[in-house]
């Protein structure tokens, strides 16, 4: 069970992302971040295209990108307001194979799935380890996690937000061993965008993105 203090942490950034909905799609570096995402993603085997859940998904920016790779996309995020401009995006297209998830873990989903992806998420969560067992546990054998986020930086990426207390990134050796401690193979992992912003002495900066590709493994009988 959570502590009061984690669930307060959680309503205040699940306050902030709500804010951030209805302006969300307007920031080119954002959208530019998810299509390039999308283009990467679209070049991994997958042995099954029946189903990916875009974790952290906010308006679905990375989700609706991948609705002609696989059969079903679904949008999961903890943010009410940011499903609702989704919601309002898949009416308007009048898509029928996105759908959206309010929660908190991937362990809250119904059923298992074909892949996971994750963009720009993985430092606001606390628990990574459990991040992990959660996404082994979503996924079908063979099932595909991606996650796209941060090298670790010195903390001056999140500067302008004063509340933020996520991770500054990762060590993507360390991160490898948590994925592997979790009964994932890794696949693939390679620096494939940068997001351009001031530092803490007001230098504009490179902060690079990793592409990092695990595996579930299929189960095997005796």
Known sequence: MYSSAYEYKERDLG???DSMANNWDTCPVKVERAEITAV???EIHFESNRSIVDFGSGTGLLGFQLKDTFEHVHLADASEKMLQVAQA???EANIDNIETHQIERLSELPSKHSAIATLMTLH????VDEFFTDAYGALED?????VADLYEDDGSFHKHNP????HNGFNVSALSAIAENA???VQHV?????????NFDGVEVAYPLFLFVVKKPKETTA
């Open 142 to 146: 063979e099932g595909i996690l991606i």
């Open 183 to 185: 009964g994932f193979s």
């Open 124 to 127: 606001h969560i606390p628990d």
């Open 163 to 166: 509340s933020f207390d996520g």
């Open 15 to 17: 306050q902030y992302f």
């Open 40 to 42: 990467k993603i679209k």
């Open 190 to 198: 390679e620096q494939y965008y940068e997001i351009w912003q001031e």
């Open 89 to 91: 995006k898949i009416a």
